[in-house]
């Protein structure tokens, strides 16, 4: 099975219904290939700087780099674009909140064999998490074109009923090919990797993955953001940084307050841990939920 790809006007509920169906979806041309090279030309310092890794499963061809929020403007606006933040929403929809999970430019250079297929949740210390609950929603944006031969993500496509701990070949898995500017939609379950790149250039990709709010996140967004960079960031980007509750009193600060105050110097929520409106209501939903279910 060939992955899906949509136009980038579908609709998210067409969107969410694909990723749930298949586990991942490409939305074709979903920012202008211009929007790619000015976010590559952001981090390519940072990338320069960054040692491969270390293992095979990070690829000791392939440079992690991340903090993107600190050091890419337009990183900024493909976190908050509006149709991934309207997809995310209603796929971890279930959950009270959710947040960033880790951002990363993945470069994969030539000669780099087959990343081994995973499941990303595995992060999560491998707990079993139930088929019908997802905790993850990942994105990967082609900052170059995606090719079966530059090392394109490999995905086995509806695989995310199928039990852990299966491995796969590369030849039952597809290319999720995709031109610059386009983005791959996958889901904490998929089995995927990185593709070998068998080309004589580097494969870029951004990936912005998001999770659950009640998990803790891969990339300490806290840190990896200094603090007076922080400070001047829309409140809606920190909020999805992790500057929110998690769920009732998740990540509150001292007297029960909101990490957006204390980050900003602002002092309205003492005693209410930030909960807003949105989050009580999806708390209210919980609780009914749980008391349905007797
Ligand atoms: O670089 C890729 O295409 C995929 C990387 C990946 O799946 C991972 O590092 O978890
Ligand atoms: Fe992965």
Known sequence: MTVEHLPADAATDEIVSVLRRDGCVVLDNLVTPEVMDRFRAEMQ???????????????????????LIARSATARELVMHPTVTGVVGSFLGHATNHHLHLTQT?????????????????????????????????????????????????????????????????DQSEPAEMTKGSVLLY??????????????????????????????????????VPADIARELDDDLLRVMGYAPGAYALGYVDDLR???DVLKGTDTSRGSFGVTAEIEAKIEEQLAARDAEG
């Open 45 to 67: 310092p940072y990338i320069d700087g960054t040692a491969p890794g270390g293992d095979t499963f990070s690829g000791r061809r392939t440079k992690r780099t991340g903090g």
């Open 106 to 170: 993945i470069a994969i250079g030539p000669d780099e064999p087959f990343q081994p297929i995973h499941r990303d949740q595995w992060a999560f210390d491998f707990f079993p998490f139930p088929a019908d609950y997802d905790v993850q929603c990942n994105t990967m944006w082609a900052v170059t074109d995606f090719t079966e031969t530059n090392g394109a993500t490999r995905v086995i496509v509806g695989s995310t009923a199928e039990p852990d701990g299966l491995t796969f070949d590369l």
């Open 187 to 224: 889901t904490g379950k998929l089995y995927h990797g990185g593709g070998p790149n068998r080309s004589d250039h580097v494969r870029v990709g951004g990936n912005i993955t998001y999770a659950v709010a009640w998990l803790r996140q891969e990339e300490n967004q806290y840190l990896s």
């Open 258 to 260: 909101d990490p957006l």
